[in-house]
């Protein structure tokens, strides 16, 4: 399973993303605010499962920047020609 976690820096957010890296499995997108050590170290420890971007969600440029890069991101297994049901929620 692909995720996407917001406001992954720190809280329930930060613990998500180890969750999601304990049970394996797909790639998370993690996105943070600022830079975040304690994510930057579950990313070390995860390797290519986890990517890092940056979101403000009050700026609707770095809004439409992260929704490109999670494109950009998020691998997306696709039957019959046609999109998986996360990449028609990711092109919606
Ligand atoms: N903790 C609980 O027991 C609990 C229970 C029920 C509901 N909730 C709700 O669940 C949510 C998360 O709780 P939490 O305890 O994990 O909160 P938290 O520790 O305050 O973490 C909030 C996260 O959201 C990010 N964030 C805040 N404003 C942002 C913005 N404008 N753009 C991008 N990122 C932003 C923060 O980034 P920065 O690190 O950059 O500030 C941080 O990573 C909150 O809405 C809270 O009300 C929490």
Redesign the pocket.
């Given at each position: 399973m692909n995720a996407l976690v917001q406001?992954?820096?720190?809280?329930?957010?930060l613990a998500l993303v180890a969750e999601l890296v304990a049970r394996g499995g797909g790639q998370v997108v993690a996105t943070?605010?600022?830079e975040?050590p304690a994510l930057a170290t579950l990313r070390d420890q995860a390797g290519d499962s986890v990517k890092l971007i940056q979101?403000?969600?009050?700026c609707e440029a770095s809004i439409a920047q992260a929704a490109s890069r999670v494109r950009e991101h998020v691998s997306c297994s696709r039957r019959s020609g046609q999109p998986s049901s996360c990449c028609r929620s990711l092109t919606a």
């Open positions: 406001g992954a820096g720190r809280g329930i957010g943070q605010r600022g975040s979101l403000e969600l009050t």
